[in-house]
């Protein structure tokens, strides 16, 4: 009784664990238990239950709206929305919008001609300013290209969107244009990761970031995408910000890709199992190599101290001094990450 008495000032609600969620349960608990004070609702939708049928509908999400004027996440687990027009049934106040083993609409509003009600200023307009798409199939290159009418999308995250390809990537990056910057202007943070999933073909989206990118700071690659990243990720001027996670990856790939990063200022690895040169003549000719360039700009005098000190969490000691050689004012970060032994 006292939950019922204070239901208006819960400000987060997670139904993930019921499986049982269905259209008209929702339409109970908006009407009994949600009120004004709601900020964050998790869901678990029917997209695997055997009993399927419609769970969100567009005349609940607009309930939803006048319901709860506060809610500023949502988080969808297992949802079909394919059944709804585009993203502009989504409350107006939500500012994260998280889809997990879930579909996508089958259509979002695209910034054109004939649509100038959906920008920034209009009260038709999406104001969600971060994204997250992990694992959600139906997600094309028509529904990224889609995005770049977000005016306020300053953070996105794509993991396991197969089908995004290196031109859907590189037709919406940030980029001068006739009429100003162009694409995904506001774009701060982008996170690309393929982890799952065998059997897809491999897309590469990453590759689209040779297309440079204005303004993007942050940028977070995974898995199957770390390779191709890399390779284009010196064309990214504005990049202070760089994430490596789940994936195998060699010192000497590392230290080539990150000859041309000088704007770095930091650099995390997570979950990365390193492998180490087979040939240890090589390495030593590469390190010799790297260095020599810097050691002539006095690169020592200004290296940072934090990345020359012993890190317990450090798999690999001799990453460090090569990354504090070309990166002295980039800080490094280790996290879970272990050495691969190859056995004679």
Not at 28 to 50: D, F, I, K, N, P
Not at 92 to 102: D, H, Y
């Amino acid at each position: 009784k006292r939950l019922v008495k204070d239901q208006r000032l819960w400000k987060t609600v997670d139904l993930t664990s019921w499986k049982g969620v269905t259209s008209r349960i929702l339409w109970v608990l908006l009407r009994q238990y949600l009120g004004c004070g709601l900020r964050c609702l998790r869901l678990r939708g029917l997209l695997l239950s055997a009993r399927g049928g419609t769970f969100l509908s567009e005349s609940w999400l607009k309930a939803l709206s006048t319901r709860c004027p506060r809610l500023s996440k949502l988080y969808l687990l297992h949802t079909d929305l394919r059944s709804l027009p585009n993203c502009l049934v989504f409350p107006r106040t939500l500012r994260v919008l998280e889809l997990r083993g879930s579909e996508a609409t089958s259509s979002a509003p695209h910034q054109g001609r004939d649509q100038k009600g959906t920008g920034l200023g209009s009260p038709l307009g999406v104001c969600i300013e971060k994204l997250i798409l992990n694992n959600v199939p139906s997600f094309t290159d028509q529904h990224l290209q889609s995005l770049t009418s977000w005016q306020r999308l300053s953070q996105l995250e794509l993991r396991d969107t197969f089908r995004i390809t290196a031109n859907g990537l590189r037709n919406c990056a940030a980029k001068d244009g006739l009429s100003g910057v162009e694409g995904l202007s506001r774009l701060k943070f982008l996170e690309i990761g393929i982890t799952g999933r065998q059997g897809y073909q491999l897309q590469m989206a990453s590759l689209g970031l040779g297309a440079g990118w204005i303004g993007l700071e942050e940028l977070s690659l995974g898995g199957k995408e770390v390779g191709p990243g890399l390779l284009c990720a010196s064309r990214l001027k504005d990049l202070k910000h760089l994430c490596l996670w789940a994936c195998k990856l060699s010192e000497l790939q590392i230290v080539r890709s990150c000859r041309m990063l000088r704007g770095l200022r930091r650099l995390e690895f997570l979950d990365v199992i390193f492998q180490p040169i087979q040939n240890p003549q090589v390495e030593e000719e590469q390190e010799g190599n790297d260095e020599q360039p810097d050691k002539e700009e006095g690169a020592d005098a200004n290296m940072n101290d934090d990345n020359m000190a012993p890190d317990v969490n450090e798999p690999f000691p001799s990453l460090r001094r090569s990354l504090a050689v070309l990166l002295p004012s980039c800080s490094l970060v280790f996290t879970n990450c272990s050495v691969q032994i190859i056995s004679d």
